[in-house]
């Protein structure tokens, strides 16, 4: 759920040269991600899209009991974030923008698969009403003639209930269901805040020589998130 104020943050989107081998349909987005969930969560989303005031947790109703929907989708290959940093003035009343990518083939070289603030409780000031996603793809579709941005997101989790003592930063780990799952959900794009930056909490092991830095997100459990990457993330991750 996003914050409603005046200086909310608003997603648009950059739509990409689509690819030949692009996923079309919700089927094919299941075999391009390997996410054979995805058919329920999308179920799920809709749920929660068309139920806004129904108590009951979205991921408690049988999907048979859910909208569904197989039908055509586009795929984007990044999203703009325009927001609200006033301590941050690059544009013109403290609106900044930036891009948020999902790539598989960032400039035609190595996947890149940015990570996000999502707004998770408008009630709460900065992280507290924040987690921390990475996004595995942008897309959108029409359902009852409304269109839906979406995104495929993997969650973290937020470690203990304050920074940590010696760093000053937010920790996180990537989530898990009970069964060690990772907990992969569609969102909609209206509750990304804006990109966030994490960086890897080192053990006492040397890291291997060949480990490219666009495999760091998949080869560490834990990271800080970097309160550090401007003033305006100094603000929200503090």
């Known amino acids: 759920m996003s914050h409603h104020n005046p200086h909310e943050p608003k997603v648009e989107w950059i739509q990409y040269s689509l690819e030949r081998n692009c996923a079309r349909t919700v089927s094919a987005l299941v075999l391009e991600l390997s996410i054979p969930q995805l058919p ?11 139920n806004p005031n129904n108590p009951r947790d979205p991921l408690q109703i049988p999907p048979a009991n859910c909208p569904q929907y197989d039908e055509r989708i586009s795929v984007f290959n990044s999203a703009c974030s325009r927001f609200f940093a006033p301590s941050d003035l690059s544009g013109i009343g403290g609106m900044r923008r930036e891009h948020i990518r999902a790539c598989p083939a960032w400039r035609k070289e190595h996947p890149r698969y940015d990570c996000i603030f999502v707004n998770t409780n408008p009630d709460l000031e900065g992280m507290r009403g924040m987690d921390v996603a990475r996004v595995l793809t942008f897309f959108s579709f029409t359902y009852r003639a ?8 993997r969650w973290f989790d937020t470690l203990g209930e304050s920074p940590d003592d010696d760093t000053g930063m937010w920790m996180v780990q990537p989530a898990h269901h009970a069964n060690n799952a990772p907990h992969i959900a569609i969102i909609h794009v209206d509750s990304i805040y804006r990109a966030a930056h994490i960086i890897p909490i080192y053990g006492s092991r040397f890291i291997s020589p060949n480990l490219q830095h666009y495999q760091t997100y998949d080869s560490f459990h834990r990271f800080y998130i970097n309160k550090y990457a401007d003033h305006h993330s100094f603000e929200i991750a503090s």
């Open 146 to 153: 409304e269109r839906y941005p979406c995104a495929v997101v």
């Open 40 to 50: 329920n969560m999308l179920s799920h989303f809709l749920f929660a899209q068309l």
